[in-house]
C-alpha cells in the first residue's frame, strides 16, 4: 500500500464520539486530535520534506485566539473539513497544506467579523467575503482558491460538526465565481524575466562569483571551523560569538556582513544554475555536492539531481561552465554545514549506544539517517534558530535549501541594485526562472553558433537537447519560438530593406500576397502560416531559412563560417537588424587589407569581398525602399 493511498483510505468520522475520533490516524505521523499533523511521511519528493508539510492546530493555526476556548468550533470544523477533502481523493501534501492555508485565511476573517460559530455566520456576511476577494486584486488562481474553499466547507458539511448554512456560490466553482477567464488563468504568475533585467542580474551575479567568492569562502571557513571548535568544547552561546567576532576581527566584514555575503554568494549560486538550465525547484534542490561533471573532450558539463514531476528518479541536465564554477562555489561554501551535520550525527550515534539513555531507538535512527542524506543537499542552509543552540542539542540547525526561495533572491536583487524596466526594484521569484529559461532558449535556438558554442555541436539539430520528461517546458521553448518566428517575419514583410540570395523570395512574397492585405487579421493569419512552416535561424550575420528535412545545408556548412555566400545561398536573407554586424565586417576586412605584411592576392581577394558582397549588403540595408518604388514609377 502506497503512502498516498493510506490517505485516500480514512474511515468517516461521522458517528465517531470525540475521544474516539482524537486517536483516529490521519497520516503516519499523526492522530486527528494532535496539535499538528506532519505529512511529511507522505511527500515522496525530499527537496519538500520541511515543516512547511505541518498543519499546526494551536495558536499557529491562525492566531492566538484560536487557542481559547470561544474557537473551540473553527478549529474542530476545519479539522473535519481538511480531513473529508483527504478523504474522498488522494492529494499530494503540498496541495492539501495550500487547501488549508485558504480556510485558515477565511477563518481569520470570520474571526475579525466577531462570529466563533460557521453556522452563525449570515449569509450577506459571507456575500461580503465574495466580493472583498474579488476586489482584491489578487491573481486569478489565488481568488479561485480562496473561494474554493467556501465551496469545500458547504460540499463537506454532512461531515462536519459546524459548517456554514448556506451555499454563498450557488453550485458554482471558485472559478466562476471569480469572474477569471481562461487566459487570466493560463497566464504564469511569475512571467518571464524582461531581457535587460535578466542580464543585468546574471552578469552581476557571476561578476559577484568570480571576483567575491573565492576570499568569502576562505574567510567563511575559518570563522565556521572557530566556531563548531567552541560549540565541541560546549561554551556558551556568548564565547561562541567572541570566538566567531575574533576570527573576523582582522577582516572587512563583521559577523553579519559576512552572513550576508555568504547568503548572496549562495542566492548568486542558485540564480545562475537555475537561469541556465531551467529546471523547477524541486528538482533544483536535488543537486547533491560533487554531482556535476566535466567531460573535457566533449566540452559539456552534466548536472546530476532527481526529476519528480512524472517519473521520480534520477536524471541528468546538460549545463554551460559557469554551472560549473557556480557548483563547486555552492559546495565550498556549505561545507561548514556539513562539518556541523557530522558532528550532529556522531552525537546521535554516540546516544545510541548509551545504556539507559531512554532515547527512542527507532524515532533517533531515522533522524540520524535524515541528516545522512541532508548532509550531501548541494545548498544547505543554517537555520534562523541556530544562535540558541546548546551544547549537545540535538533540534537541527542545518537546513536544505527549500529555504533558498523568494526571500534569499529578493535580499540578492536588493544588494545588486536590479531594477525592472519601471526603475523599481524588480520582483524576482523562483519560478521565473524557468519561464526566462525556455524563452532564452527559444531566442537562442534560432541562432546556430550560440547553439554550437552552448551546448555542442550535436545541439545544431533543435531536437539535440530535447527532454522527453520535460514535455512543460518543450512547450514553452516551443511557444516562445513560434512568437520570435512570427515577430521576425513580419519585419521581413513590413517593407523593410533585405539583402541576400534569398532576399528577392521574401520580397515577391511579401509584394504578390501581403501588400494586397488590407485587413490586420488577414495579414496575422498569413504570418501564422509562414511560421508553421517556415525554418528560421540565425547564422550571426544572416537569417539562414535551410531545412535539413529538404537536404539543405541549414547554415551549418556555408554562410556560418563564410559571409560571403549569402549572396550564392538561396536560403540566405540578411534583415536591417544585422547592418551593425555587417558594419563591422567591413571594418575589419578593412584594416586586414592594409596589414602591410599582406600579400597581393590576399589584398585582392579582400577587396573583391569589399566591392562585391560586404559595401552593396550595408548599401542595400541603408536603403529607403519607399524612394526606390517612386524611382521605379
Not at 146 to 172: C, F, H, N, Q
Not at 346 to 374: H, Y
Not at 468 to 477: G, P, Y
Request: net charge neutral; aromatic share 8%.
Amino acid at each position: 500500500m502506497s503512502r498516498q493511498t493510506e490517505v485516500a483510505q480514512l474511515p468517516s468520522l461521522m458517528g465517531f464520539s470525540h475521544k474516539t475520533r482524537q486517536n483516529v490516524r490521519v497520516t503516519p505521523d499523526s492522530l486527528f486530535g494532535d496539535s499538528r499533523w506532519d505529512f511529511n511521511s507522505l511527500e515522496s519528493n525530499p527537496a519538500k520534506k520541511d515543516c512547511a508539510n505541518v498543519i499546526r492546530w494551536n495558536g499557529k493555526f491562525c492566531d492566538e485566539r484560536f487557542d481559547a476556548p470561544q474557537f473551540a468550533s473553527l478549529n474542530i470544523a476545519t479539522r473535519e473539513c481538511v480531513y473529508a477533502t483527504m478523504k474522498e481523493k488522494t492529494y499530494t501534501p503540498t496541495t492539501i497544506i495550500n487547501g488549508f492555508n485558504q480556510l485558515k485565511a477565511f477563518l481569520r476573517w470570520v474571526a475579525d467579523h466577531g462570529y466563533d460559530r460557521l453556522s452563525d455566520i449570515p449569509e450577506t456576511v459571507l456575500q461580503k467575503y465574495v466580493i472583498e476577494v474579488n476586489r482584491s486584486g489578487l491573481h486569478p488562481v489565488t481568488r479561485t482558491n480562496k473561494l474554493d474553499a467556501l465551496g469545500r466547507l458547504w460540499r463537506y458539511r454532512d461531515e462536519m460538526t459546524d459548517s456554514i448554512s448556506v451555499d454563498v456560490l450557488r453550485g458554482r466553482s471558485g472559478f466562476k465565481v471569480s469572474g477569471a477567464t481562461r487566459d487570466e488563468i493560463k497566464q504564469n504568475k511569475y512571467k518571464f524575466i524582461p531581457d535587460e533585467v535578466a542580464r543585468d542580474l546574471i552578469r552581476k551575479a557571476v561578476a559577484l562569483i568570480r571576483n567575491e567568492g573565492a576570499s568569502i569562502v576562505k574567510l567563511n571557513a575559518e570563522r565556521e571551523a572557530a566556531t563548531l571548535k567552541v560549540r565541541m568544547q560546549g561554551k556558551s552561546n556568548s564565547t561562541v560569538e567572541r570566538a566567531r567576532a575574533k576570527v573576523l576581527a582582522d577582516s572587512e566584514y563583521s559577523v553579519k556582513e559576512l552572513s550576508q555575503k555568504v547568503r548572496l554568494l549562495l542566492s548568486s549560486c542558485y540564480t545562475v544554475l537555475a537561469f541556465f538550465t531551467g529546471l523547477r525547484i524541486s528538482e533544483m534542490l536535488s543537486f547533491k555536492q560533487g554531482r556535476i561533471e566535466r567531460n573535457e573532450k566533449a566540452g559539456e558539463n552534466w548536472i546530476y539531481g532527481r526529476h519528480y514531476k512524472i517519473k521520480k528518479e534520477a536524471k541528468k541536465w546538460m549545463a554551460p561552465d559557469i554551472c560549473f564554477e557556480a557548483h563547486e562555489l555552492a559546495k565550498q561554501l556549505t561545507t561548514p554545514q556539513r562539518e556541523s551535520l557530522d558532528w550532529e550525527i556522531s552525537l546521535r550515534e554516540q546516544a545510541l549506544k548509551a545504556p539507559d539513555s531512554g532515547i527512542d531507538v527507532k524515532t533517533e535512527r531515522k533522524r540520524i539517517a535524515e541528516l545522512k542524506e541532508l548532509r550531501n543537499d548541494l545548498f544547505l542552509v543554517w537555520t534562523s534558530g541556530r544562535s540558541n543552540q546548546k551544547k549537545c542539542c540535538f533540534s537541527p540547525e542545518v537546513s536544505g535549501a527549500k529555504v533558498i526561495g523568494d526571500t534569499y533572491l529578493k535580499e540578492l536583487v536588493r544588494e545588486l541594485k536590479v531594477f525592472g524596466p519601471d526603475g523599481s526594484e524588480w520582483s524576482l521569484h523562483s519560478h521565473q526562472f524557468r519561464r526566462t529559461f525556455a524563452r532564452f532558449m527559444a531566442a537562442n535556438m534560432m541562432n546556430l553558433r550560440y547553439l554550437k558554442e552552448h551546448f555542442g555541436h550535436k545541439s545544431l539539430d533543435m531536437t539535440a537537447w530535447y527532454d522527453q520528461d520535460d514535455i512543460e517546458l518543450t512547450e514553452m521553448v516551443l511557444e516562445y519560438l513560434h512568437e520570435f518566428k512570427k515577430e521576425k517575419i513580419t519585419a521581413m514583410l513590413s517593407g523593410k530593406p533585405l539583402a541576400g540570395a534569398g532576399a528577392k523570395h521574401i520580397e515577391d512574397e511579401r509584394d504578390v500576397f501581403f501588400a494586397g492585405l488590407t485587413n490586420q487579421k488577414a495579414k496575422d493569419v498569413f504570418v501564422e502560416e509562414l511560421a508553421d512552416d517556415v525554418v528560421l535561424r540565425s547564422t550571426g550575420h544572416s537569417w539562414c531559412l535551410g531545412n535539413v528535412d529538404n537536404g539543405d545545408c541549414a547554415g551549418t556548412v556555408c554562410c556560418m563560417f563564410d559571409p560571403s555566400n549569402v549572396n550564392e545561398c538561396e536560403s540566405a536573407v540578411v534583415t536591417d537588424g544585422y547592418l551593425p554586424i555587417w558594419q563591422e565586417i567591413e571594418r575589419t576586412n578593412v584594416e586586414a587589407m592594409n596589414e602591410p605584411s599582406l600579400g597581393r592576392f590576399k589584398k585582392e581577394a579582400i577587396e573583391r569581398l569589399l566591392n562585391e558582397t560586404i559595401r552593396p549588403i550595408i548599401a542595400r540595408l541603408k536603403s529607403d525602399p519607399a524612394s526606390e518604388m517612386r524611382g521605379a514609377s
